[in-house]
C-alpha cells in the first residue's frame, strides 16, 4: 500500500524557517516524480514544488521561487521542502504527493504550517 | 498570470447530472494540458478521480467523467449520490512543467 507520510510542520514567526519531509512506503520511491501542494485554511489547493526521480530537474511556484528549497533522499525513501523567509500567507496545510501519468495519483495526510507573531 | 477558473458552487439533486468545468483566464484548454480532476471532503487529503483529460483513476465510479466541453475541460457526474457531496478541483499542467490548480467547486447534493 502506497503511504505517504508528512512531518515537520508547526508554528513559526514570519521570517523564519522551517524544513518539512515526507516519508514513502509501498513503492519503489527512485521511480516516482514528486511534488509539494499546499492549501491555506479554506481555500482551494495551490502546487508548490516539483521532484523528477533523480533530483536534477525542480521547479517551483513564482510565490516560493527562491525561499523554498525541495530535495529529496532516494536511499531514505525521503522527500523535504526547506522553507525561508516564511510569510503569513505561507499558512497552510502542506501535502506531498506522488506524480502518477499527469496527475497527482497519491497525496499525504498533511502537515500545518503556521506563520504567526 | 495563469489563473484557472471553475465554478465556485453547483447544487445538484440525488440522482441528477451536473458538469463542471475548468477553464483559462486567457485562452482555451486542450488535451495538452492533461487536466486531472481531484476530489476533496472536508479535513481529508484530495483523490484523483480524472487524469489525462479523460481517464478515470483506479476505483473511481463510472458516474464520473472527463471531457473537453468548448474550449473548457469539463467533470460530469451522472446520478449523482449523496457521498459526492465535495469539493471538486481540477488542475493544469503548463509549459515549463508547472501545474495550476483551479480555484475549486463545491458540490452540494440535495
Known amino acids: 500500500e502506497v503511504q505517504l507520510v508528512e512531518s515537520g510542520g508547526g508554528l513559526v514567526q514570519p521570517g523564519g524557517s522551517l524544513r518539512l519531509s515526507c516519508a514513502a512506503s509501498?513503492?519503489?520511491?527512485?521511480?516516482?516524480?514528486m511534488n509539494w501542494v499546499r492549501q491555506a485554511p479554506g481555500k482551494g489547493l495551490e502546487w508548490v514544488s516539483y521532484?523528477?526521480?533523480?533530483?536534477?530537474?525542480?521547479y517551483y511556484a513564482d510565490s516560493v521561487k527562491g525561499r523554498f528549497t525541495i530535495s529529496r533522499d532516494n536511499a531514505k525513501d525521503s522527500l523535504f521542502l526547506q522553507m525561508n523567509s516564511l510569510r503569513a500567507d505561507d499558512t497552510a496545510v502542506y501535502y506531498c504527493?506522488?506524480?502518477?501519468?499527469?496527475?497527482?495519483?497519491?497525496w499525504g495526510q498533511g502537515t500545518l504550517v503556521t506563520v504567526s507573531s | 498570470q495563469t489563473v484557472v477558473t471553475q465554478e465556485p458552487s453547483f447544487s445538484v439533486s440525488p440522482g441528477g447530472t451536473v458538469t463542471l468545468t475548468c477553464g483559462l483566464s486567457?485562452?482555451?484548454?486542450?488535451?495538452?494540458?492533461?487536466t486531472s480532476w481531484y476530489q476533496q471532503t472536508p479535513g481529508q487529503a484530495p483523490r484523483t478521480l480524472i487524469y489525462?483529460?479523460?481517464t478515470r483513476s483506479s476505483g473511481v465510479p463510472d458516474r464520473f467523467s472527463g471531457s473537453i466541453l468548448g474550449n473548457k475541460a469539463a467533470l460530469t457526474i451522472t446520478g449523482a449520490q449523496a457521498d459526492d457531496e465535495s469539493d471538486y478541483y481540477c488542475?493544469?499542467?503548463?509549459?515549463?512543467?508547472?501545474?495550476?490548480f483551479g480555484g475549486g467547486t463545491k458540490v452540494t447534493v440535495l
Open positions: 504527493a506522488r506524480m502518477g501519468w499527469f496527475n497527482f495519483d497519491y
Open positions: 509501498g513503492f519503489t520511491f527512485d521511480n516516482y516524480e
Open positions: 486567457s485562452g482555451s484548454v486542450s488535451t495538452g494540458y492533461y
Open positions: 488542475a493544469l499542467y503548463m509549459a515549463g512543467g508547472t501545474w495550476v
Open positions: 489525462s483529460t479523460s
Open positions: 521532484i523528477s526521480s533523480s533530483g536534477s530537474t525542480i
